[in-house]
């Protein structure tokens, strides 16, 4: 009888052993897979980025951030759409999208005027003003006033043509030799190669490199090399005004996982190339390659951290439209942008 009660004791103790190791091991296993199955459950909220243009690798570091999953580690399912005829400034003033891409000059009617729209920067995307103007080489444009006598293609806008009179005349030329011809240039190479123009203003990162890339030798000048105020920061990411006072903590989450995939884009072009042509496959994938490796010095380039707006830079160039009467009222210092939400 004592030897059944050892046995039947000695059982019960390693089942006891055995249960208690289950739930250590259900314990360890909780444990590990805890975030895996918050994820999994957890109800993402919806966000819509709505680009300035086709997608290109300005945007290359918010396709990033969807494929590495960096905005649904942040509880965001980030929607990207193309823009509206009247602007990605507009959707996004409307409601129609939390945040988009803008340009600073493109944004003066949101911060002056009678038609001013509710959105704020809140990051930037380049650090400086990569544009500038192309032409072939040997054509004898290499500074503004060798635009003189020749035939630039004109989008007819005021603050375009107010900065290129401003820099060929303080190059030494006469802006009305400058013979312009209205025209929306969208094959660079070929406006250029056909004599339709002599030169287009082009944003180097893109534009540029296509045509190096296409082994077309030609000339080109920043227009930050001729005047400071004009290193404007184009482009930056603008976002709703409503939705930055509503959402503070969503907008943070969002800026932090964008800005890990332009971070992710900077130490990794190679690869950051091959996500942006993943989701848009229509793109040439030497231009986007050669593109990447060119901007992952550019997009944080000498700034603190990516996606800050120095407002030295930011009021410079709202004030030298003041000086140059592009606007009649002057553009308050600190207007249209924030840091506010940026993780340094």
Excluded at 34 to 41: C, D, G, M, Q
Excluded at 112 to 133: F, R
Excluded at 219 to 246: C, G, H, M, R, T
Aim: hydrophobic fraction near 35%; charged fraction near 30%; glycine fraction near 6%.
């Amino acid at each position: 009888m004592r030897r059944k009660v050892l046995t039947f004791m000695m059982c019960m103790l390693m089942v006891g052993t055995l249960v208690a190791c289950a739930k250590t091991e259900q314990s360890k296993k909780t444990e590990d897979e805890k975030k895996a199955e918050e994820k999994e459950t957890k109800e993402l909220k919806d966000v819509t980025f709505v680009l300035d243009w086709t997608p290109n690798t300005n945007h290359t570091g918010v396709y990033v951030a969807i494929e590495k999953g960096y905005y649904e580690d942040a509880g965001l399912k980030v929607k990207v759409v193309q823009p509206p005829e009247d602007g990605a400034a507009v959707l996004v003033a409307s409601g129609g999208a939390q945040f988009g891409v803008d340009f600073q000059d493109y944004l003066v009617p949101a911060f002056s005027g009678d038609n001013q729209l509710p959105v704020t920067a809140v990051a930037g995307i380049i650090q400086h003003n990569t544009s500038g103007i192309v032409s072939l080489k040997g054509n004898g444009i290499t500074s503004p006033k060798g635009m003189c006598g020749k035939k630039y293609a004109t989008w007819e806008l005021e603050i375009e043509q107010a900065m290129l009179k401003y820099l060929v005349e303080k190059d030494g030329g006469k802006f009305q030799d400058v013979t312009m011809i209205p025209s929306t240039v969208t094959d660079v190479a070929s406006a250029l190669q056909t004599k339709e123009v002599d030169d287009v203003w082009i944003y180097y990162a893109w534009d540029g490199i296509a045509l190096e890339q296409k082994g077309i030798e030609n000339d080109f000048f920043f227009f930050k090399d001729f005047d400071e105020a004009l290193d404007y920061y184009s482009p930056v990411i603008i976002a709703n005004d409503d939705y930055l006072k509503d959402c503070p903590e969503e907008t943070k989450d969002f800026l932090r996982a964008t800005k890990k995939g332009y971070e992710y884009a900077m130490e990794h072009p190679e690869e950051a190339a091959e996500i942006l042509v993943k989701a848009a496959p229509e793109l040439d994938k030497d231009i986007v390659l050669a593109s990447q490796k060119w901007l992952k010095d550019q997009y944080q380039s000498d700034a603190p951290y990516w996606g800050y707006i120095d407002e030295k830079r930011w009021d410079a160039f709202y004030d030298w439209l003041y000086d140059n009467g592009v606007v009649k009222e002057k553009i308050p210092h600190g207007t249209g942008f924030s840091n506010e939400y940026l993780q340094k």
